[in-house]
């Protein structure tokens, strides 16, 4: 008994996490104190923000949120940060939050809306080029309003219930397709295979244009990541004024992600190019022309209530009608009222999805505590504000850039922006270094991050959603499919960073 107790505490320590990534975490919590008392807490500090670069890196291993809040728990113990300068972070992020508590589950129950869009476009666009422009575009322009993450979980919801489907259908579990003949079932089977292999490599590459298209929107506007409104609340621009002062960037990284899809579909590389197979568009529409004429007048109501709810939603945005956070409750009120969804456990489910990392958003607030109580990035930002100011902005754009890739966007967005402000509060530079240097920041932390999954939690969401394993989409492919994206947006975004600013 003595020696199954302490190896149960292994086992449940991290969960099913690889055994040497228990280790290096352990490893991490022990060190810590060591290195506190024996070299100070400037290094302590810098070490315990390459321990959560860390966690973020490898959240496919483990979700962010256990690991990184036990090392943000030890910090606070250690005395790296005090529980107030955490509150103060908190508080000052407030929108932040809100944002993700209320609109993404605001955009839940307008889902049926957005998927029969999607389904819509899917089916009735032959052309895969095209196909592949208006997923991507769609995407942008919905993550221009909307969360990226919400657009994501839509993109993924398309591609579950497709999926899902079809294997269904082609696997007789629902209905024989018509051109199915009974005699000869090996041939089916085996061209199932060959279109299912197709059909996924299709889904593949939609989603991950679409996971695209949501960076392509979300710089552009106040609300499209977590981190533009972080920013404009610092430089206090409403929404217009922050679509202006990104637009100089934005567009022509805009212009040139959509040219870029067409290229990647046009020459069928990175994994791009394949094509819906026959087969697999026969099933779909037969089943959709199918749900169609099951869809009740109950059911015709609710899409239209939700449409409408959709245009109230742009138009509260684009007029700043409220905090982004609270227009995202009056949907959730509206929505659930007007569609009679008025059971608690109905609604709670619509807060699953972005709560933990909502949670895990917290504890990056933490460790931007420890880093402004132990001032650690002051000598490098200073280092660069003291170089010619029009040069500032390109090396804001890439530094911000290269630590976007490999970690979280929202948190290096939020570490310099912080450490911007405080500059002009100390009168190291002038109002308009700020703003160049604000848009600097959000257009380095929105471009480069999505290199990786680790980048943009919409790309880690699909990562690590149900979808991606039947997909075939690995952490890997994701980084192939993403490269001449990441490549060639992150060059127009320092071009026109550089010539703009």
Known sequence: MSNSLPQAFVNNFLGNSPVWYKQAIIG?????PILLATLGPVVTGWLLIFEF??????????????????????????????????????????????????MVAGIYFMKSMLLFVFTKILLRVRSKKLLALLFSISAAFLSAFLDALTVTAVL????????????????????????????????????????????????RSLLMHGAVGTAL????????????????????????????????????????????????????????????????????????????????????????????VAVYLVFALAFHLAAVGLIGLTIIIILTAMNGI?????????????????????????????IHEQHLFQPIIHHVLLMDPAQQPG?????????????????????????????????????????????????GTNIPSVATPNGQAAFLFLLTSALAPLLRLSYGKMVLMALPYTVVMSVVGYIAVVVAL
């Not at 991490?28 to 810590?32: A, G, K």
């Not at 496919?60 to 910090?75: M, S, V």
Request: hydrophobic share 50%; with cysteine.
């Open 28 to 32: 991490f919590l022990i060190l810590n």
């Open 53 to 102: 670069i860390f966690t973020l890196a490898l959240a496919l291993k483990c979700y962010p949120l256990q690991p990184g809040g036990l090392l943000a728990i030890e910090a606070i113990i250690m005395g790296l940060a005090s529980p107030e300068a955490v509150s103060h972070e908190v508080e000052s992020n407030l929108e932040v939050i809100l944002l993700l508590m209320f």
């Open 156 to 203: 993924i919801s398309v591609g579950v219930g497709f999926y899902a489907v079809y294997h269904k259908v082609a696997s007789g579990k629902t209905y024989q397709h018509p051109n199915h003949d009974h005699a000869d079932d090996a041939s089916v089977m085996q061209n199932h295979s060959a279109d299912l292999h197709q059909f996924r490599a299709f889904l």
């Open 217 to 308: 929107g979300g710089v552009c506007t106040l609300v499209g990541e977590p981190q533009n409104l972080l920013i404009a609340e610092k430089a206090g621009w409403d929404f217009v004024e922050f679509f202006v002062y990104m637009a100089p960037i934005t567009m022509p990284v805009l212009a040139a992600g959509l040219i870029t899809c067409l290229l990647l579909e046009q020459f069928k590389v990175f994994d791009y190019g394949a094509t819906l197979p026959e087969n697999v568009r026969n099933v779909l529409i037969d089943f959709d022309g199918e749900e169609s004429a099951k869809r009740t007048t109950k059911d015709k109501v609710a899409l239209v209530v939700q449409a409408i």
């Open 342 to 370: 008025v059971e608690e456990h109905q609604i709670g489910k619509a807060f699953e999805e972005a709560l933990p990392f909502t949670a895990l958003l917290v504890v990056f607030f933490t460790i931007v505590a420890v």
């Open 395 to 443: 090396l804001f754009f890439i530094a911000n850039g290269l630590l976007s890739a490999i970690s979280d966007n929202v948190f290096v967005a939020t570490v310099y922006i912080n450490e911007v402000l405080a500059a002009l509060d100390a009168g190291e530079i002038t109002r308009q270094q700020f703003d160049h240097l604000a848009v600097a920041i959000n257009t």
